[in-house]
């Protein structure tokens, strides 16, 4: 599968850390930065992973800031994107399997590596099977204003 990856400065070295563990298990990665730790404001890499899912370059992608609240805020604004912040491995299983999240969000200032490459670990071995389908079409209508 290919992975887009991005985070902001606060994230940078957890996301270094993903980065070499999604390509381990087997997974062609792009990665969006920061590629350094440099101040980096994170609505510019959230959105641009997730223009990369929109657009088809990339199946699912991984955000990381320091809560991975304001990379799902940002990614969630972009039409037909679904981010879901996940801080353990059932959240993180669930907002593929429940949601068809494209996108996992995770905050560096939160948890840890092991944790956090468990979490990719649940997130990409799965596969949406669209039991949830009637409820992702009304997240979609409401994106849409067609819930009014």
Same mark, same amino acid.
């Given at each position: ?22 390509? $381990? ?7 969006? +930065? ?26 699912? /992608?991984?955000?990381?800031? /320091? ?12 039409? +037909? ?20 999240? $494209?996108?996992?969000?995770? /905050?560096?200032?939160?948890? +840890? ?16 099977? +669209?039991?949830? $389908? ?6 979609? $209508? ?7």
């Amino acid at each position: 599968m290919k992975i887009a990856i991005g985070a902001d400065h606060n994230g940078y070295e957890l996301k270094e850390a993903v980065k070499a563990h999604v390509e $381990q298990l087997g997974h062609e990665v792009e990665d969006f +930065g920061c590629h350094q730790c440099a101040e980096t404001d994170y609505p510019d890499v959230a959105a641009e992973v997730g223009k990369s899912i929109q657009q088809g370059q990339n199946e699912r /992608g991984i955000l990381i800031c /320091g809560t991975g609240i304001g990379v799902a805020i940002t990614a969630n604004k972009l039409k +037909g994107i679904r981010a879901a912040v996940a801080h353990d491995y059932y959240s993180a299983e669930r907002a593929q399997l429940s949601n068809n999240a $494209q996108i996992l969000t995770m /905050g560096a200032q939160i948890i +840890g590596i092991e944790v956090a490459k468990k979490n990719v670990e649940a997130y990409l071995n799965v596969a949406w099977e +669209g039991g949830s $389908q009637r409820k992702v079409d009304k997240i979609d $209508q409401v994106e849409n204003n067609e819930s009014n």
